[in-house]
């Protein structure tokens, strides 16, 4: 409970200062403002798809009588007026929301018609509010359809010295229409645009079946229809879920075709682009990569837009693969882009919820209904009083002279009239109110007519008020109107986004694509430190490393190439050659690239060449074969391959190919202790991942070097001078057996490394 402290310095009335516990005045200030900021802000209403500003924008433009027929008006009048009347924030801001519902490649239906600079695709900026004209357009008018006709409610505006409309009436399906967007305290939306014709047509299906399932009405509503048009490549499973949750997204591409230069040359020609994506920064993007190399296959790209967007992407040459050099465009530029999809909207104008399609037409359809009734409702009172007045008319006709009489000769007419022909005081002041030019009997005729007329009308009203079937077979009617007015016959109302399957393109294509193809020097160091070195290096004396550390293995390459590195914990790392440092300096250690152990080493790395195949082995003398294709990583994690524990270690990592020579068949391994083993390569088990078999049995020491080779061929090694010394089939005999023996000493001229060199 907050107590009233009083401060140093007097008594004086209104000094007191009263303590408030942080954190409820916090929790308290903060919800009053993120309830704000959903209500009045950030979240669309479900019912007309408008928040506050835009609601406010039209309404006064009704008020100014700005209908698409009428002279267009300054905005600085219409953002004055909805400012100083309806919406007390920035004028910026205003004039912002009002320039984006003019603009047809921001929203899918314009709600106000400008005149004068709007800004444009490319980014560019509106001219100021003193320079532009804006009026309504025909969807606007049907927004506001029946405002003044007791259709929705109002309430006092910020002063309260005016109304303002709580919700449009909406004969237009304007949420998902011209969709949404907006981020509000803990919740956002993000609702693209759609045809309005598709969602009339599914509203009437909902009428027919109130309940049809989601898969029927996304046959009518297939996705999102965008102002600057696409193609739309997300598969159906995926568009379909979206719809039944109200949360997803759709990957939107560019649009483009191949356009002969002639003598076999093309360009390509990129005509619609994604949606809210701004053509000029495309470009840029486009030249950065250029600049950049990270677009090989492209050699230009020009702006030849007019009123139609026009970008001209040059091919390097005629060789060049268009499919391929566009899926290295979509993968690294705007040229694809995913349009998210949360339709997080206020219910009823006053709960946040995201809801599915079928919920979200559901509120729309019966906003509609609920807008009919009172329309009705408001059109019998007006015909009651009407026809309350005629039938005076009518007495009075019937009673001509009398009526003369006592107009003429009462001293009190209208009490008289009263109780002479049983007149309420309406039918009275109306009569007395009567011109004698009104008299004639054509009058009588045309007031009699006018009843009847009334009258029919009346029983109409009456009947649609009593049958709800009635009433939305009228509701039906008038979408049916509205879909016909924007049908898919019409320039506006066609769809712009198509639907297609994005091309199956190898992935590793497209990724070799982006990379410009030059030769490379890889060089690794015992410590771990990676470079690229340009060209291919012929002598690697020269090179240079850190202090105490030196050359581990150096090798030709190209940038195109995969890296692939083998460590002591049997994991294996991938690391795109393109992504080494270059050769200034000492390079940078692998633990910057790749999450290596910090107890791990590397064994070896080389270039990665898929189809082939690897023995490795761990110091104890287990082992396995092992696809290259298999040990690939696309994470900075690496891949775990081969099973080791401490203190065992994988130490080994050996090619099983022919090159010139014949296929192997049998391997040679050699341990610490010298003895050497030789049996079938077959007796080694290919797997994708685990500790292996034992290869050559040990009572101390470890596995030091293993070799296969074609026993046709025998088996051959390295002295330190480079001297090649080779042991035929027959000459074998004696080290020949199975996995997992001991072997004997190695023969005679063996280097003294225990390695085959």
Same mark, same amino acid.
């Given at each position: 409970?907050?107590?009233?402290?009083?401060?140093?310095?007097?008594?004086?009335?209104?000094?007191?200062?009263?303590?408030?516990?942080?954190?409820?005045?916090?929790?308290?200030?903060?919800?009053?403002?993120?309830?704000?900021?959903?209500?009045?802000?950030?979240?669309?209403?479900?019912?007309?798809?408008?928040?506050?500003?835009?609601?406010?924008?039209?309404?006064?433009?009704?008020?100014?009588?700005?209908?698409?027929?009428?002279?267009?008006?300054?905005?600085?009048?219409?953002?004055?007026?909805?400012?100083?009347?309806?919406?007390?924030?920035?004028?910026? #801001?205003?004039?912002?929301?009002?320039?984006?519902?003019?603009?047809?490649?921001?929203?899918?239906?314009?709600?106000?018609?400008?005149?004068?600079?709007?800004?444009?695709?490319?980014?560019?900026?509106?001219?100021?509010?003193?320079?532009?004209?804006?009026?309504?357009?025909?969807?606007?008018?049907?927004?506001?359809?029946?405002?003044?006709?007791?259709?929705? @409610?109002?309430?006092?505006?910020?002063?309260?010295?005016?109304?303002?409309?709580?919700?449009?009436?909406?004969?237009?399906?304007?949420?998902?229409?011209?969709?949404?967007?907006?981020?509000?305290?803990?919740?956002?939306?993000?609702?693209?645009?759609?045809?309005?014709?598709?969602?009339?047509?599914?509203?009437?299906?909902?009428?027919?079946?109130?309940?049809?399932?989601?898969?029927?009405?996304?046959?009518?509503?297939?996705?999102?229809?965008?102002?600057?048009?696409?193609?739309?490549?997300?598969?159906?499973?995926?568009?379909?879920?979206?719809?039944?949750?109200?949360?997803?997204?759709?990957?939107?591409?560019?649009?483009?075709?191949?356009?002969?230069?002639?003598?076999?040359?093309?360009?390509?020609?990129?005509?619609?682009?994604?949606?809210?994506?701004?053509?000029?920064?495309?470009?840029?993007?486009?030249?950065?990569?250029?600049?950049?190399?990270?677009?090989?296959?492209?050699?230009?790209?020009?702006?030849?837009?007019?009123?139609?967007?026009?970008?001209?992407?040059?091919?390097?040459?005629?060789?060049?693969?268009?499919?391929?050099?566009?899926?290295?465009?979509?993968?690294?530029?705007?040229?694809?882009?995913?349009?998210?999809?949360?339709?997080?909207?206020?219910?009823?104008?006053?709960?946040?919820?995201?809801?599915?399609?079928?919920?979200?037409?559901?509120?729309?359809?019966?906003?509609?209904?609920?807008?009919?009734?009172?329309?009705?409702?408001?059109?019998?009172?007006?015909?009651?009083?009407?026809?309350?007045?005629?039938?005076?008319?009518?007495?009075?006709?019937?009673?001509?002279?009398?009526?003369?009489?006592?107009?003429?000769?009462?001293?009190?007419?209208?009490?008289?009239?009263?109780?002479?022909?049983?007149?309420?005081?309406?039918? #009275?002041?109306?009569?007395?109110?009567?011109?004698?030019?009104?008299?004639?009997?054509?009058?009588?005729?045309?007031?009699?007519?006018?009843?009847?007329?009334?009258?029919?009308?009346?029983?109409?009203?009456?009947?649609?008020?009593?049958?709800?079937?009635?009433?939305?077979?009228?509701?039906?009617?008038?979408?049916?109107?509205?879909?016909?007015?924007?049908?898919?016959?019409?320039?506006?109302?066609?769809?712009?986004?198509?639907?297609?399957?994005?091309?199956?393109?190898?992935?590793?294509?497209?990724?070799?694509?982006?990379?410009?193809?030059?030769?490379?020097?890889?060089?690794?160091?015992?410590?771990?430190?990676?470079?690229?070195?340009?060209?291919?290096?012929?002598?690697?004396?020269?090179?240079?490393?850190?202090?105490?550390?030196?050359?581990?293995?150096?090798?030709?390459?190209?940038?195109?190439?995969?890296?692939?590195?083998?460590?002591?914990?049997?994991?294996?790392?991938?690391?795109?050659? @393109?992504?080494?440092?270059?050769?200034?300096?000492?390079?940078?250690?692998?633990?910057?690239?790749?999450?290596? @152990?910090?107890?791990?080493?590397?064994?070896?790395?080389?270039?990665?060449?898929?189809?082939?195949?690897?023995?490795?082995?761990?110091?104890?003398?287990?082992?396995?074969?092992?696809?290259?294709?298999?040990?690939?990583?696309?994470?900075?994690?690496?891949?775990?391959?081969?099973?080791?524990?401490?203190?065992?270690?994988?130490?080994?990592?050996?090619?099983?190919?022919?090159?010139?020579?014949?296929?192997?068949?049998?391997?040679?391994?050699?341990?610490?202790?010298?003895?050497?083993?030789?049996?079938?390569? @077959?007796?080694?088990?290919?797997?994708?991942?685990?500790?292996?078999?034992?290869?050559?049995?040990?009572?101390?020491?470890?596995?030091?070097?293993?070799?296969?080779?074609?026993?046709?061929?025998?088996?051959?090694?390295?002295?330190?001078?480079?001297?090649?010394?080779?042991?035929?089939?027959?000459?074998?005999?004696?080290?020949?057996?199975?996995?997992?023996?001991?072997?004997?000493?190695?023969?005679?001229?063996?280097?003294?490394?225990?390695?085959?060199?």
């Amino acid at each position: 409970m907050s107590k009233p402290v009083q401060p140093p310095g007097g008594d004086e009335p209104g000094r007191e200062i009263e303590s408030v516990d942080l954190k409820s005045a916090l929790e308290e200030r903060y919800l009053a403002y993120a309830l704000s900021t959903i209500m009045h802000r950030a979240l669309p209403d479900a019912r007309d798809g408008m928040k506050p500003v835009h609601r406010r924008i039209l309404y006064v433009m009704r008020l100014l009588k700005l209908d698409p027929q009428s002279a267009y008006r300054k905005c600085a009048k219409i953002v004055g007026d909805v400012m100083g009347n309806f919406h007390p924030h920035g004028d910026q #801001a205003i004039y912002d929301a009002l320039v984006r519902l003019a603009q047809d490649f921001s929203v899918r239906y314009p709600l106000v018609d400008g005149q004068g600079n709007f800004g444009n695709i490319d980014g560019d900026n509106a001219a100021a509010y003193r320079y532009t004209e804006a009026r309504m357009t025909e969807v606007g008018t049907l927004l506001l359809d029946g405002i003044n006709e007791d259709a929705v @409610d109002f309430r006092p505006n910020y002063n309260e010295e005016d109304e303002e409309p709580v919700v449009l009436p909406g004969a237009f399906p304007n949420l998902l229409a011209n969709g949404s967007a907006g981020i509000a305290v803990g919740m956002a939306t993000a609702i693209p645009p759609h045809n309005a014709a598709e969602l009339c047509e599914a509203a009437l299906h909902l009428i027919k079946f109130p309940n049809a399932t989601i898969e029927k009405l996304v046959e009518f509503v297939p996705g999102p229809d965008l102002p600057t048009g696409g193609i739309i490549v997300e598969p159906r499973d995926q568009i379909l879920d979206a719809y039944k949750t109200g949360r997803g997204g759709f990957r939107v591409r560019a649009r483009w075709h191949k356009e002969e230069t002639g003598r076999g040359g093309y360009r390509i020609i990129v005509t619609e682009i994604p949606y809210q994506v701004q053509k000029s920064k495309l470009i840029e993007k486009i030249a950065e990569l250029l600049i950049a190399r990270k677009v090989p296959l492209l050699d230009d790209v020009r702006d030849e837009s007019a009123e139609d967007v026009r970008i001209v992407l040059e091919p390097k040459s005629r060789t060049v693969d268009p499919d391929l050099l566009m899926e290295s465009l979509f993968k690294l530029t705007d040229l694809e882009s995913r349009q998210p999809l949360n339709m997080n909207v206020l219910s009823g104008g006053i709960v946040p919820k995201v809801m599915n399609l079928r919920d979200v037409l559901r509120e729309w359809l019966d906003h509609r209904r609920d807008v009919l009734i009172r329309r009705s409702r408001y059109r019998l009172a007006n015909i009651e009083k009407r026809l309350e007045v005629l039938s005076g008319f009518l007495v009075a006709y019937l009673n001509i002279d009398e009526v003369i009489r006592i107009v003429r000769f009462e001293d009190e007419p209208k009490k008289e009239l009263i109780k002479t022909f049983d007149l309420s005081d309406v039918q #009275a002041d109306a009569i007395l109110n009567l011109r004698l030019r009104a008299l004639n009997k054509l009058e009588e005729v045309e007031i009699r007519k006018e009843f009847d007329q009334l009258t029919e009308e009346k029983d109409q009203i009456e009947r649609l008020l009593a049958s709800e079937e009635a009433q939305w077979k009228t509701v039906g009617w008038e979408i049916g109107n509205v879909r016909d007015r924007f049908g898919k016959d019409t320039e506006l109302g066609r769809r712009r986004t198509d639907f297609g399957e994005a091309q199956e393109i190898d992935l590793e294509a497209v990724q070799q694509a982006m990379i410009e193809k030059e030769p490379v020097t890889v060089v690794v160091s015992d410590k771990g430190w990676l470079r690229a070195m340009k060209g291919h290096l012929s002598d690697y004396d020269a090179l240079t490393f850190k202090e105490g550390d030196k050359l581990k293995t150096a090798f030709p390459a190209h940038t195109t190439d995969k890296l692939l590195v083998f460590t002591t914990t049997g994991k294996f790392y991938t690391i795109g050659i @393109d992504k080494l440092p270059g050769g200034r300096g000492h390079g940078e250690p692998i633990r910057l690239m790749v999450d290596m @152990d910090n107890d791990a080493d590397i064994v070896t790395a080389f270039v990665h060449r898929p189809g082939r195949k690897l023995l490795v082995a761990s110091s104890a003398g287990n082992g396995f074969i092992v696809g290259e294709s298999d040990v690939s990583a696309n994470t900075r994690k690496g891949k775990q391959v081969m099973n080791v524990k401490m203190p065992d270690e994988a130490v080994l990592c050996r090619f099983v190919e022919a090159g010139d020579q014949a296929a192997p068949d049998h391997v040679a391994v050699v341990g610490e202790n010298r003895k050497l083993l030789v049996f079938p390569l @077959d007796q080694v088990p290919e797997m994708g991942r685990g500790k292996g078999v034992r290869l050559q049995r040990y009572k101390d020491g470890g596995i030091k070097d293993a070799k296969m080779f074609a026993m046709e061929e025998g088996l051959s090694w390295q002295d330190s001078s480079g001297r090649t010394f080779t042991r035929a089939k027959d000459e074998l005999t004696e080290w020949m057996g199975v996995r997992a023996g001991a072997g004997r000493m190695v023969p005679k001229g063996f280097p003294r490394s225990g390695t085959f060199g």
